[in-house]
Protein backbone atom coordinates (compact mmCIF):
# COMPACT_ATOMS: atom_id res chain seq x y z
CA UNK A 1 0.00 0.00 0.00
CA UNK A 2 1.45 3.65 -0.57
CA UNK A 3 -0.01 6.20 1.68
CA UNK A 4 -0.21 9.47 0.48
CA UNK A 5 0.48 12.96 2.88
CA UNK A 6 -2.43 14.63 3.81
CA UNK A 7 -4.76 15.13 7.07
CA UNK A 8 -6.11 12.30 8.89
CA UNK A 9 -9.92 12.68 10.08
CA UNK A 10 -9.92 12.44 13.85
CA UNK A 11 -6.95 13.38 14.48
CA UNK A 12 -6.69 16.58 16.84
CA UNK A 13 -3.56 18.50 17.09
CA UNK A 14 -3.33 21.05 20.05
CA UNK A 15 -0.79 23.56 19.95
CA UNK A 16 0.75 23.97 24.35
CA UNK A 17 1.43 27.25 25.83
CA UNK A 18 4.23 27.40 28.19
CA UNK A 19 4.25 30.33 30.40
CA UNK A 20 7.53 31.48 31.51
CA UNK A 21 8.40 33.59 34.88
CA UNK A 22 11.26 34.08 37.06
CA UNK A 23 10.57 31.35 38.69
CA UNK A 24 10.41 28.52 35.68
CA UNK A 25 7.48 27.43 33.70
CA UNK A 26 4.11 26.07 33.47
CA UNK A 27 2.54 24.18 30.95
CA UNK A 28 -1.97 23.02 31.06
CA UNK A 29 -1.85 19.81 29.39
CA UNK A 30 -5.46 19.40 28.98
CA UNK A 31 -8.39 19.87 30.83
CA UNK A 32 -11.70 17.81 30.58
CA UNK A 33 -14.28 20.98 29.15
CA UNK A 34 -11.93 20.86 26.00
CA UNK A 35 -11.37 17.03 25.47
CA UNK A 36 -14.41 14.94 23.88
CA UNK A 37 -15.21 12.29 26.78
CA UNK A 38 -14.38 9.72 24.54
CA UNK A 39 -10.73 10.82 24.84
CA UNK A 40 -10.31 11.39 28.71
CA UNK A 41 -7.62 9.96 30.16
CA UNK A 42 -7.92 6.91 32.77
CA UNK A 43 -3.70 7.22 33.45
CA UNK A 44 -1.21 8.77 32.26
CA UNK A 45 2.33 8.07 32.54
CA UNK A 46 5.95 9.84 30.96
CA UNK A 47 8.50 8.39 28.56
CA UNK A 48 12.32 9.44 28.03
CA UNK A 49 13.93 8.58 24.46
CA UNK A 50 17.23 9.01 23.64
CA UNK A 51 18.35 11.33 20.33
CA UNK A 52 17.95 9.40 17.46
CA UNK A 53 15.22 6.46 18.98
CA UNK A 54 12.06 5.89 17.40
CA UNK A 55 9.00 4.08 19.52
CA UNK A 56 6.14 2.62 17.03
CA UNK A 57 5.01 1.80 14.19
CA UNK A 58 2.12 0.62 16.33
CA UNK A 59 -1.45 0.92 16.85
CA UNK A 60 -4.27 -0.27 19.37
CA UNK A 61 -7.47 -1.83 18.37
CA UNK A 62 -9.27 0.11 21.06
CA UNK A 63 -7.44 2.78 22.74
CA UNK A 64 -7.06 6.51 21.82
CA UNK A 65 -3.75 7.79 23.09
CA UNK A 66 -3.42 12.09 24.23
CA UNK A 67 0.73 12.71 23.75
CA UNK A 68 1.93 15.54 25.00
CA UNK A 69 5.33 16.89 23.27
CA UNK A 70 6.79 19.70 25.13
CA UNK A 71 10.68 19.11 24.73
CA UNK A 72 13.34 19.28 26.27
CA UNK A 73 13.97 17.98 22.42
CA UNK A 74 12.34 17.70 19.22
CA UNK A 75 10.09 14.60 17.89
CA UNK A 76 9.16 13.61 14.31
CA UNK A 77 5.51 12.40 14.87
CA UNK A 78 4.38 9.44 12.03
CA UNK A 79 0.54 8.91 11.75
CA UNK A 80 -1.21 6.64 9.40
CA UNK A 81 -5.16 6.11 8.60
CA UNK A 82 -5.13 2.31 8.99
CA UNK A 83 -8.55 2.55 9.11
CA UNK A 84 -10.26 0.85 5.93
CA UNK A 85 -14.15 2.53 6.34
CA UNK A 86 -12.46 6.38 7.21
CA UNK A 87 -12.38 8.70 4.56
CA UNK A 88 -8.87 9.39 5.07
CA UNK A 89 -7.69 5.55 4.69
CA UNK A 90 -4.48 5.33 3.12
CA UNK A 91 -3.63 9.18 4.21
CA UNK A 92 -0.37 9.58 6.16
CA UNK A 93 0.84 12.54 8.40
CA UNK A 94 4.07 14.02 9.55
CA UNK A 95 4.53 16.63 12.06
CA UNK A 96 7.76 18.12 13.87
CA UNK A 97 6.66 19.01 17.26
CA UNK A 98 8.31 19.72 21.20
CA UNK A 99 10.36 21.93 22.43
CA UNK A 100 10.54 24.15 19.23
CA UNK A 101 6.86 23.49 18.25
CA UNK A 102 4.33 22.49 21.85
CA UNK A 103 1.82 20.29 20.90
CA UNK A 104 -0.90 18.08 21.99
CA UNK A 105 -1.98 14.79 19.65
CA UNK A 106 -4.65 12.95 20.10
CA UNK A 107 -4.52 9.40 17.94
CA UNK A 108 -7.78 7.32 18.05
CA UNK A 109 -7.87 3.80 17.27
CA UNK A 110 -6.89 2.30 14.59
CA UNK A 111 -4.45 5.29 13.63
CA UNK A 112 -0.65 3.38 13.33
CA UNK A 113 1.74 5.69 14.64
CA UNK A 114 5.14 6.46 15.77
CA UNK A 115 7.66 8.91 16.88
CA UNK A 116 11.32 9.81 16.81
CA UNK A 117 13.51 12.31 18.52
CA UNK A 118 15.36 14.50 16.05
CA UNK A 119 17.12 16.92 18.54
CA UNK A 120 20.52 16.36 20.19
CA UNK A 121 19.09 15.74 23.87
CA UNK A 122 17.33 12.98 25.77
CA UNK A 123 13.41 14.06 24.91
CA UNK A 124 10.48 13.67 27.41
CA UNK A 125 6.86 12.56 26.53
CA UNK A 126 4.10 12.78 28.33
CA UNK A 127 0.50 10.48 27.53
CA UNK A 128 -2.49 9.95 29.12
CA UNK A 129 -4.31 7.09 27.05
CA UNK A 130 -8.19 6.10 27.46
CA UNK A 131 -7.94 2.99 28.56
CA UNK A 132 -6.07 1.07 31.21
CA UNK A 133 -2.26 -1.00 29.88
CA UNK A 134 -3.43 -4.41 30.16
CA UNK A 135 -6.73 -3.35 31.54
CA UNK A 136 -7.96 -3.46 35.21
CA UNK A 137 -5.32 -5.27 37.62
CA UNK A 138 -3.01 -5.58 34.45
CA UNK A 139 -5.04 -8.82 33.56
CA UNK A 140 -5.82 -8.29 29.81
CA UNK A 141 -3.55 -8.57 26.59
CA UNK A 142 -2.14 -5.24 25.28
CA UNK A 143 -3.86 -3.75 23.20
CA UNK A 144 -1.46 -3.20 20.38
CA UNK A 145 0.04 -4.32 17.00
CA UNK A 146 3.28 -3.83 17.15
CA UNK A 147 4.31 -3.04 13.41
CA UNK A 148 8.37 -2.38 14.49
CA UNK A 149 8.60 -6.14 14.40
CA UNK A 150 7.70 -7.13 10.81
CA UNK A 151 11.08 -6.16 8.67
CA UNK A 152 8.56 -5.54 5.61
CA UNK A 153 5.86 -3.08 7.70
CA UNK A 154 4.76 -0.89 4.97
CA UNK A 155 4.79 1.61 7.67
CA UNK A 156 8.00 3.34 7.26
CA UNK A 157 10.21 6.46 8.91
CA UNK A 158 12.19 8.44 7.15
Given at each position: ?????????????????????????????????????????????????????????????????????????????????????????GNKEVKIVGQDAPFALVVPAGIVHAYQNVGSTQGIVFNAPNRLYKGHGKKDPVDEIRHEEHSGSIYKLD
Open positions: MNFRDGPIEGIIWKPLTIFKDKRGWLCELFRHDELLEMFHPVMCYISMTEPGVARGPHEHVDQADYFCFIGPSNFKVYLWDNRKDAPTF
